[in-house]
């Protein structure tokens, strides 16, 4: 067979060989350790926690090497591909503070040399490569047609055209140039697959950087290359990509181990050299039942990065989460130095975990809200008020109407060598402390409290003045209860319970549910100085 001819016949007029190419794709000139790797979403309108963590895998390894971290769409899966899929992505990047060395803007400008970024305009290199298949016996036309007579799906399929287990080569391998030739003529539509050179005995190892060298079955498929409309699935562009963009690390999701074999296979068909692989573990889920089970994107709703940014989670709580799910390090070497910024955390290889990290809302929430309480309160309102913003125009009016009061409001149990650590995120804030920005409109009071409460706080609300200082308040409040038959002492009450209508505890829960609506809350004293004498005592005259 005349390959050369069987190539010019297929691709005729081609901008491009694939000399001219790699000469516009020099090698990379990097330093001896330095990591060049990629994230490479699909657009698909959606981002997946998993494939966050992945891109952070990639970005962190790559940036404390002083490497390169390039962004480049895989956009190749027309159907998959939903209008502003894009912006979803770069949105999500944007807010995360994600600076890639090389990218495509949305308005479509490659910043970097080695582009264009975009897999959809790449579509001339992929033929040029397909034709130089093609031309060394390597690759073959294939005219199979997934359904007779509908032109648009032919050859997107993977036939199962079986010999034996071992391996499915294509009927279309076998076809003669003159037989090619005569469906050309007919306008037959054709995919390119690649002509395994294996039978399905072969076996091969390769190294991946989390797990070691796999032993794995060598290719033996017969698979596209390039469907009918030119576009390549994934296999064939990410050989090229990866190739011409001087990739040196490939990290990508561990469901991409099983077509390893066939990656590699197309590298040497290429004549181009192996990439080190990383695969990373897929994150998991505790379900209700304890059962471990892979985050749905269906069934759960922190799968979606989106979840984390409109429930106003700070980007340094969901770095360090994701820190902990990856590396078995970061929690001692954080233990160790709770005032570093998790930046100086070294991040290598070596101690990446191999086993599937399990997603878990509380822990990420208790990361959380360690960060937010070593925060000022001014950054705290910078961040609920960029928050509200976007999420919550009305509370951000309030907010901005009353920037000092709200400081004073998240300033609360905050300055102190024991911060309390009650927010994690953002968009809780209104609910946790709308007592401060309206008087309570229910109560947590239990029904058998309710003759003693509403003696209590008339009691407290005759004659109530703010006292100067939260001794003196706590004095105050003490004579009161003493005067209404509280116990002052707890020993006294503990041992004779049924002598007291309570004990000083009882009262403050009294004046802080008629104040706030709950039995529980921040300290009551620093509540009611910010709330102000003239709004307490209309909180306590409306107890009746
Ligand atoms: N577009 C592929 C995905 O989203 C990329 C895999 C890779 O990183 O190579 O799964």
Request: overall charge neutral.
């Amino acid at each position: 067979m005349d390959y050369k001819k069987l190539a010019d016949l297929l691709f005729p007029n081609l901008p491009l060989t694939t000399q001219e190419i790699e000469k516009k794709y020099p090698p990379r000139k990097i330093k001896e350790g330095e990591i060049v790797s990629r994230y490479a979403p699909s657009p698909t309108g959606f981002m997946h926690l998993g494939n966050f963590f992945q891109m952070f895998i990639s970005y962190a390894l790559a940036k404390s090497s002083n490497g390169v971290e390039f962004l480049r769409l895989e956009d190749t899966d027309a159907k998959r591909e939903k209008a502003e899929a894009k912006e979803v992505i770069y949105q999500i990047l944007n807010h995360f503070g994600i600076k890639f060395n090389e990218y495509q803007t949305l308005d479509g400008k490659d910043i970097g040399a080695y582009g264009p970024y975009v897999q959809s305009q790449r579509a001339d290199i992929y033929k040029a490569y397909a034709k130089k298949l093609v031309s060394e016996g390597k690759a073959f036309p294939c005219f199979c047609k997934k359904t007779e007579g509908k032109e648009d799906v032919v050859a997107q399929r993977a036939i199962k055209f079986k010999n034996d287990d071992e391996k499915e080569y294509d009927p279309c391998r076998n076809l003669t140039l003159e037989q090619v030739e005569e469906k050309l003529k007919a306008n037959k539509p054709f995919a390119i697959r690649l002509k395994t050179k294996n039978d399905g005995s072969q076996r091969i190892v390769f190294n991946d950087l989390l797990k070691g060298d796999i032993e794995a079955k060598a290719n033996a498929k017969d698979f596209i290359l390039l469907k009918s409309d030119g576009i390549p699935p994934y296999a064939f562009a990410h050989a090229i990509d990866d190739t011409l963009m001087g990739t040196n690390l490939v990290v990508r999701g561990e469901e991409y181990i099983s077509s390893t074999p066939a990656h590699l296979e197309l590298f040497d068909a290429l004549g181009f050299k192996h990439i080190q692989y990383c695969h990373n573990p897929l994150i998991c889920k505790i379900d209700e039942n304890g059962n471990r089970r892979k985050l749905s994107k269906r069934l759960d709703v922190e799968a979606d990065m989106r979840y984390y940014i409109t429930n106003g989670y700070p980007n340094d709580s969901i770095f360090e989460y994701l820190l902990t799910l990856l590396s078995s390090s970061f929690e001692n070497w954080r233990s160790n130095n709770p005032n570093t910024r998790w930046q100086e955390f070294k991040f290598t290889p070596s101690n990446i975990t191999a086993v599937a990290p399990i997603c878990d809302l509380v822990k990420l929430n208790d990361i959380s809200k360690t960060i937010i309480s070593k925060m000022s309160a001014s950054e705290v309102y910078e961040n609920v008020l960029t928050w509200a913003n976007e999420f919550d125009k009305p509370f951000a009016e309030y907010l901005t109407k009353n920037k000092k009061y709200a400081i004073c409001v998240f300033n609360i149990d905050r300055e102190t060598p024991k911060p309390r650590k009650d927010i994690y995120c953002w968009s809780m804030v209104k609910e946790y402390f709308s007592y401060m920005w309206n008087a309570p409109q229910t109560n947590e009071l239990e029904d058998a409290d309710e003759t003693n409460y509403k003696e209590f706080i008339k009691a407290y609300a005759d004659n109530f003045k703010l006292a100067s200082s939260k001794e003196d308040w706590f004095n105050g409040v003490k004579e009161l209860a003493d005067k209404l038959g509280y116990a002052t002492d707890n020993k006294l009450y503990k041992a004779n319970p049924e002598a007291y209508k309570g004990n000083t505890a009882k009262a403050c829960e009294f004046i802080r549910l008629a104040l706030t609506g709950h039995k529980n809350s921040p300290d009551l004293y620093e509540i009611m100085t910010i709330l102000g004498e003239n709004e307490v005592k209309s909180r306590l005259n409306a107890v009746k």
